[in-house]
């Protein structure tokens, strides 16, 4: 669509990187907002984004490497182009979880308390980010059918091929991932244990993108299985049991105090 929004003299604007900032900005205030009544101070939140930032940029990027890792090992160089692009979901969120839970216990805040509020600032950043994926064309579709198809036609996006119809998959998981946030706002006050609405954000997404990956059309991200998965579906249904075997763990406890 438009990779990039405006120039600025030399400076370019692009709209991948503003759609990310908004959700940021956002996510900031929601986590402002809930935080405070654990005396969590501007700061304080200031810190947690700057590390969240650390985890999602390194992890998203390992993953991205580790997709091809012998492209990267023969040339190494190719690490360092681009910086800013190329990155995976899960592999933001697989080291950001540990470094959400030491930062947790270190300003002795409850950990499943905090992750039911990191789940609403994850959904914003997420879902947002998805939108910059559709502006800039990454993350496209296959090809499909005109009715069910959007054509990217810039010179400069991602998506491949140009003039094509193709799924609106990034459209598709930001509504999923927005859609998610609004849900989460609802079962607030009504979920039965701490950490439901993180397992919750999880969950759904993971089965949403399993979903998904048969829509997506670009394939240099690689399969495992002679094909048959992709490496984001088996780290979804790896997520999946292991939310599952959480949910079920969390809802004993749940039951366990309330009969105590």
């Given at each position: ?7 600025l003299g030399k ?17 900031w ?17 200031s810190?947690f ?35 800013g ?12 979880v ?5 930062w947790?216990r270190r300003?002795?805040l ?84 701490e950490g439901q ?16 990956e ?35 763990y969390?809802?004993r ?8």
């Amino acid at each position: 669509m438009y990779p990039e929004l405006f120039h600025l003299g030399k400076f370019t604007v692009y709209s991948y990187g503003f759609m990310i900032l908004t959700g940021a900005v956002l996510a900031w205030i929601y986590l402002y907002r809930k935080t405070r009544s654990f005396g969590l101070k501007s700061d304080d939140v200031s810190g947690f984004f700057l590390l969240a930032f650390a985890a999602v940029f390194v992890g998203g990027k390992l993953f991205f490497y580790l997709e091809d890792p012998m492209r990267y090992i023969q040339n190494p160089a190719e690490m360092l182009e681009s910086p800013g692009a190329g990155f995976v979901f899960y592999g933001s969120f697989l080291l950001a979880v540990p470094a959400f839970i030491w930062w947790f216990r270190r300003h002795k805040l409850p950990v499943w308390t905090m992750f039911d509020i990191i789940a609403g600032c994850g959904t914003l950043v997420h879902g947002f980010g998805r939108i910059g994926c559709f502006m800039a064309g990454c993350c496209y579709g296959k090809v499909c059918d005109p009715a069910w198809g959007i054509r990217f036609t810039h010179p400069d996006t991602h998506a491949r091929p140009i003039g094509e119809p193709l799924y609106p998959t990034q459209l598709l998981e930001a509504a999923l991932i927005l859609g998610l946030f609004g849900l989460m706002q609802v079962l607030h006050k009504r979920k039965r244990f701490e950490g439901q609405l993180f397992l919750l954000y999880v969950l759904v997404y993971a089965a949403g993108r399993f979903g998904l990956e048969y829509l997506r059309g670009d394939e240099s991200r690689g399969y495992l299985f002679g094909g048959l998965l992709s490496h984001s579906q088996l780290i979804s249904l790896l997520l999946i049991a292991a939310v599952t075997a959480f949910w079920m763990y969390r809802s004993r406890q749940a039951r366990t105090n309330l009969s105590a």
